[in-house]
């Protein structure tokens, strides 16, 4: 099955019965159902939201203390968790991963990433002060001056386009909202590490 459509599940979480993966009464696509007690296990696209934390122009930066893109730099967000607002979300990751209190300000960018199943937003934020640490998964922590951003080294396309985006609406005093689609990487771009996200 193409990458983008499932994971592979085999077993029901409900009940431990084998699952069939096939298109469901009423429905268009298919589905992991259950042999046994027909429980539908519906997959959808993971959140992953974050900060542009600032302080006085700069940006922090998180370099990341885990898989994948381990060594690499990127700002601080991460899974979605039920129960919690999108702006919760980018709030908790920047605390989790750099140890730092924000107040999340306007959502900034959306970047689908239809192959890989997520949809990335991220929040323009401001550091309530200077007491940042790394978190667990992060390897150092830091804050970047425009020109000092590490192009050659961040981890993902979202992260980069949207710093991108931030310093030019910056020169140009106005921000705006900004979204995009990240298609799949090709496998030359994967040799070049400043391509890589
Ligand atoms: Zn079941």
Redesign the pocket.
């Known amino acids: 099955m193409p990458a983008n459509q499932s994971a592979n599940m085999k077993?029901?979480?409900?009940?431990?019965?084998p699952?069939d993966f096939r298109i469901p009464q009423d429905d268009n696509r298919a589905r992991h159902v259950?042999?046994?007690?027909?429980?539908i296990h519906y997959q959808n696209p993971k959140m992953i939201v974050g900060a542009i934390p600032e302080w006085q122009g700069n940006i922090l930066l998180c370099r990341r203390a885990i898989e994948p893109r381990h060594g690499l730099w990127t700002l601080p967000a991460g899974f979605m968790e039920n129960g919690e607002t999108t702006a919760e979300a980018a709030a908790r990751e920047t605390l989790e991963e750099a140890n730092a209190l924000v107040t999340i300000g306007e959502l900034y960018s959306l970047y689908n990433v239809p192959h890989i199943n997520q949809v990335h937003l991220l929040f323009r934020a401001t550091l309530h002060n200077t007491n940042f640490s790394p978190g667990i998964e992060s390897l150092e922590v830091r804050l970047f001056s425009e020109q000092d951003i590490p192009w050659e080294t961040l981890a993902f396309r979202p992260v980069r386009f949207t710093l991108q985006h931030y310093f030019a609406d910056r020169r140009k005093g106005i921000f705006q909202f900004h979204t995009g689609d990240i298609p799949p990487l090709q496998a030359a771009q994967t040799d070049s590490l400043t391509k890589r996200l």
């Open positions: 077993y029901c979480s409900l009940c431990g019965s699952v259950c042999t046994s007690c027909g429980e």
